[in-house]
């Protein structure tokens, strides 16, 4: 009963430990995953509780937006193409717009995603420019900032990221699961300093590689493409996981190693057969290090492509969603958000392995 | 027949030698035992067999034919680690089938053998577990039972017995020695237990920094051992040693303690003499007996017997007496050393006199 009760004060006092930690870790997600879903007009508006979506602004209203006449335009007959009460969504990135009204043949596109609340200007009297014809009730929260995201190259950008990420880490594993072995079990002249030497590769910073790669990518005539990318990354993914391989490699017994030269392995037969399904955690871990070193990479990418269409995604999430000083603080969240995935999701399916594999490494 | 010879065998791990030219050679389907304190190359020996070290100098052969730059898997031979070294990945029943499989053994064939092992040594319930559900003598049996499946001509044991706890050990001591007289393979088995070299072998090779000191019958190397380091190694409790000069027909030990000897030395050399605790009276009437004073220090009842811990002139001793010598720490007590049995080594060369 004791040890029952003094479990359960253990337990108490870890998680009391560990829960600022991770609020500490969520919050940034936390941000991210509120701010995608909030209207622009709340986004500012701090006299409303700014951790969570209102649904109010301060004065009591739904978050509105007025529709303006351009400046520009000749004034005119309006036309409404829809009533009070439909939909109107957001046109500023779609290259063909829905109108929701006409002024004479030019046409009024919706600002911001919503319902239309208020005709100030009803259907066939004269608008005239910069004047508010009408008003829209904001959708808060909003799916809107991920709609615009269709509108973008963001999948595109994805995509990119993705490929680069698997190529990335199928080169890793293919030159660093051989090499961590042969340093870690292997014999031979230098395999110390080769080991060293391999470690100071991996402390030198992007920061001061990035121009000598440049030129050597230029070199290769393959800037602007994935390829820069994909020959670029294992120069830091290979020395980081080779070292962390070697951890791993020297964790396996001898025993069983030797166990199978006397069972009549070969040395290949050995590998495939014994060691690397032992120290699968080990590659794995590897591999989820490699593909998220690789997937969150900035300076290279910003560097190597300059086409729109080919950046990577945390490149062309900061490029393209920030213009000037203007931040898209919805559409930047919402990829974000989505970018985040498919680490997310590569995490939670190896979890386990990744544990067993990180406490492998540690103890042995 | 798979005989085992070593040949002028040398190990080097750089300028150190670790066996330093040993020449044994092991009968066809006899159980051998390599015993020796830590670092004195059994273990090393053991593995230039099985191909997992370069040999430096001298030759290997294996049935009849030099295996000295063979590969592991191309010497017929099967090997159960101190560490079990099983596949943590697979089960028992891969575990076992692994060599065969290796080997392309036909699957009907591999099953066949592996259920008959598994019935030897106990494991048919165990077959579809992974090592890690295993207890520490279970995973022992499949190390066994992993080298016996193979059928091959040269069993080789690393201290296989070691990680086990008392109890265990002695109960796979004897299902070792059962094993063996059911299988036909060869056995070399390197220990650093006395006790598992003198239960368990047909032969045992003694084996002191590199060398082999005597190779024998458990009887004879306890009864006639061949230097002093044998007769200290071999027996518990270990053999009791006197420095002394042979003097007057007799040896002068330390603290002018002199006893009678019944064979002749010639007079002024330096010797050890060598008595076993079981061969320490603490009653006269046996001829040949030497009578040494001494001082009772300590008692060890063991239930059958009793060791006793006394301080003579010529040094401190260990004697087995009966169960309840009747004695207490202080007494002053007689000893008398039953000289027919006593072995002498000379001083300097330590060999037996």
């Known amino acids: 009963m004791i040890s029952g009760w003094r479990s359960i004060r253990v337990d108490v006092a870890a998680w009391a430990g560990l829960t600022p930690f991770l609020v500490f870790a969520l919050f940034p997600f936390y941000w991210g995953l509120v701010t995608s879903f909030k209207a622009d007009a709340n986004l500012y508006d701090l006299s409303r509780n700014p951790l969570w979506i209102a649904k109010k602004d301060s004065s009591g209203q739904p978050y509105h937006k007025d529709i303006i006449v351009p400046a520009s335009y000749r004034e005119g007959k309006i036309e409404w193409k829809i009533k009070i009460g439909d939909r109107v969504t957001r046109s500023d990135a779609d290259p063909n717009p829905p109108a929701i009204a006409l002024i004479d043949g030019q046409e009024i596109v919706g600002p911001v995603a919503g319902r239309l609340a208020k005709i100030n200007v009803p259907e066939g009297s004269t608008a005239h420019p910069n004047e508010v014809v009408g008003d829209i009730h904001v959708d808060n929260p909003t799916l809107s900032h991920y709609e615009f995201l269709s509108f973008t190259p963001f999948y595109r950008w994805m995509k990119v990221s993705l490929l680069t990420g698997l190529a990335v880490v199928l080169i890793t594993l293919l030159v660093a699961v051989p090499g961590a072995y042969s340093l870690a079990r292997l014999r031979y002249r230098g395999n110390r300093s080769i080991g060293i030497a391999i470690f100071l590769t991996y402390l030198i910073p992007p920061t001061i590689l990035f121009i000598p790669f440049s030129q050597l990518v230029g070199g290769l005539h393959i800037d602007n493409t994935i390829w820069s990318l994909i020959l670029s990354y294992p120069t830091f993914t290979i020395p980081f996981c080779t070292w962390l391989l070697m951890g791993f490699f020297r964790g396996v017994p001898k025993e069983i190693e030797e166990r199978a030269l006397l069972d009549g392995a070969t040395r290949l037969q050995m590998l495939r057969k014994v060691v690397i399904p032992v120290v699968l955690p080990g590659i794995l871990t590897a591999a989820i290090f490699a593909f998220t070193l690789s997937f969150q990479e900035y300076i290279y990418a910003l560097t190597f492509i300059s086409s729109t269409a080919n950046r990577t995604l945390p490149v062309g999430i900061s490029v393209e969603m920030v213009r000037g000083d203007v931040y898209f603080w919805g559409p930047l969240m919402a990829s974000s958000i989505l970018g985040s995935l498919p680490v997310v999701i590569v995490y939670g399916l190896s979890l386990n392995y990744f544990i067993s594999g990180m406490t492998t490494g540690a103890t042995k | ?353």
């Open chain 2, 1 to 353: 027949m798979a005989d085992v010879v070593l040949d002028k065998v040398v190990k080097k791990f750089g300028e150190t030698e670790v066996v330093a030219g040993i020449d044994l050679t092991v009968r066809d389907r006899e159980f051998c035992i390599l015993v020796g304190p830590s670092g004195c190359g059994k273990t090393t020996t053991l593995r230039m067999i099985a191909g997992l070290e370069d040999v430096t100098a001298g030759d290997i052969r294996i049935a009849g034919e030099t295996v000295t730059f063979k590969p592991p898997r191309d010497r017929d031979i099967a090997m159960v680690f101190q560490s079990y070294a099983l596949y943590p990945h697979m089960t028992v029943r891969k575990n076992l089938a692994f060599a065969l499989e290796l080997r392309r053994v036909p699957k009907a064939e591999i099953n066949k053998r592996i259920s008959e092992v598994a019935e030897i040594i106990g494991l048919t319930p165990l077959l579809d577990r992974k090592p890690r559900q295993l207890s520490g003598g279970q995973r022992q049996r499949v190390a066994v039972g992993a080298a016996l499946v193979r059928q091959s001509g040269v069993l080789l044991f690393d201290e296989p017995l070691s990680n086990l706890d008392a109890k265990l050990r002695v109960h796979m001591r004897v299902e070792l020695k059962r094993l063996h007289q059911q299988i036909k393979s060869t056995m070399v088995y390197v220990t650093h237990d006395q006790v598992e070299a003198m239960t368990m072998g047909d032969r045992i090779v003694i084996m002191n920094a590199g060398k082999i000191i005597q190779v024998g019958s458990a009887m004879e190397v306890y009864e006639r051992p061949a230097t002093r380091f044998v007769a200290g190694f071999i027996g518990t409790p270990p053999m009791n040693f006197f420095e002394g000069e042979i003097r007057n027909g007799g040896i002068a030990l330390g603290g002018d303690v002199q006893v009678a000897l019944p064979r002749a030395v010639e007079a002024g050399r330096k010797v050890t003499l060598g008595v076993r605790p079981e061969h320490i009276s603490l009653h006269a009437g046996k001829p040949h007996a030497a009578k040494v004073p001494s001082t009772v220090e300590v008692l060890e009842p063991l239930g059958n017997r009793t060791i006793v811990t006394a301080r003579s002139p010529a040094g401190v001793l260990q004697i087995e007496a009966e169960a309840n010598p009747g004695l207490k720490p202080g007494d002053a007590i007689e000893l008398w050393f039953d000289m027919s049995r006593a072995h002498l080594f000379d001083q300097a060369s330590e060999c037996a006199l």
